[in-house]
């Protein structure tokens, strides 16, 4: 009885050191913060004791892209015009316009039929960041998928990385398989005229960020391909297959059904020069082949080559808090992306993704969803 209360008050003991040492250092903190006085104060659209997950604010209905009833006569099927996520960009010039650079799946398919019917659209939105997006322009037809957009300062132009192939569609609902290719594209303006594609690499999910800095006005560019691996190359273009050097293979298991499996990268670097990636994580189709809840999975490094901190916890799961009060709980999640303040804060205040719902007939659709304050306080800002 004595032995056991002195274990407990050891214990507790411990368990009060413990919880007065949530942090020790920023890494502590998911680098998403800073750790002061052994407790982490989060940057702005993150949240949680270790600043790990991201801070979702209630999204709109029917904002986003989901045109999925959409039915035409070309249409082989009624999963209308899904998507699977976009990359929100606020148009150079006019403020108050924004783009949404989709993963479209037109002649109505839906996700199965994502090899070869995926194109690349260019959506708008005058209602702000959030949606709803309009289909405006196919970038890019069939097959093209996975598209990764930045603007890079050096060059002044965006890039588009993306994996892809010219192909004969067929003429009903079919999946077809081949092994991906990365090639890149630019455009001076988000609507175009894009360069003809130029090969990287073979791989596949590529994510980009540029090393430009204003001290350090580098072309160099850096490249996150599937099981976060990291390339990178003087300039975007550098010699087709062999020109993107890898700087970083991760050293935890990338095999599928490991607990470490992902997918989808989406890589950026933050104010503070560290570096994170968001990644679908794969940890439920491992533990009970099912595709939800736990879905997201943050990465995070004080180097593009460092060590970089794998914490096997949700950053994200499937469930979407609506404005109304309601709340969706989705099958699939993927294809995570943010969308940060311009102001050099590097914030992050909308996050997009692809969903599927459970009985959703295979439709598929581009959820939008506000992070932080910030969010809020950008449209205020914009006079939305
Ligand atoms: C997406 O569109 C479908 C079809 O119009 C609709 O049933 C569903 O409620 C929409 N979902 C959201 C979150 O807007
Ligand atoms: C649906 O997709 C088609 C084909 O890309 C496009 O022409 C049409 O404008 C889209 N409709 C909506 C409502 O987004
Ligand atoms: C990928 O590139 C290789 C090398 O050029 C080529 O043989 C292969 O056909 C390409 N794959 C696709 C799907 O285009
Ligand atoms: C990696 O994970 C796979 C799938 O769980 C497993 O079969 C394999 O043994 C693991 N490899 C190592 C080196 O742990
Ligand atoms: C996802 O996380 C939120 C916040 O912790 C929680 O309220 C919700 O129930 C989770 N969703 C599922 C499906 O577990
Ligand atoms: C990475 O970890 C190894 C082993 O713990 C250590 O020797 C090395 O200095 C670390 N590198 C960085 C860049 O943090």
Redesign the pocket.
Known sequence: MILSLKILATLALSLAVLSSRACETDDDCSLNGLCASNTCICDPGWTSPDCGRLDFYPATRNTGYNWTDVHLPSYYAARGNSSWGGQIIQDRQDKTLFHMILEHFPRGCGLSGWRPFSVIARAESRTGPAGPYHHKQELFGAFRHNSATVWSPADEKYLMYTIGADTELPTTCRSFKWANNVSVSTAPDIRGPWSPFAPVLKGTNPSAWPLWTPENPTPEIALALEDNVIYQAPTFFSAPWEGYEKIKSQPWNTSDYSPTWTEDPFMWRDKRGHWHILAHWMIDITERNEKFPRVGAHLFS??LT??WTFKEQEAYNTTVEWTDGGRTDYLRRERPKLFFSGDGEVTPLYFSSGVQEFEGGGKSYTVVQPLGRGAGEFETGLGF
Do not use: V
């Open positions: 004080r180097t460092g060590n």
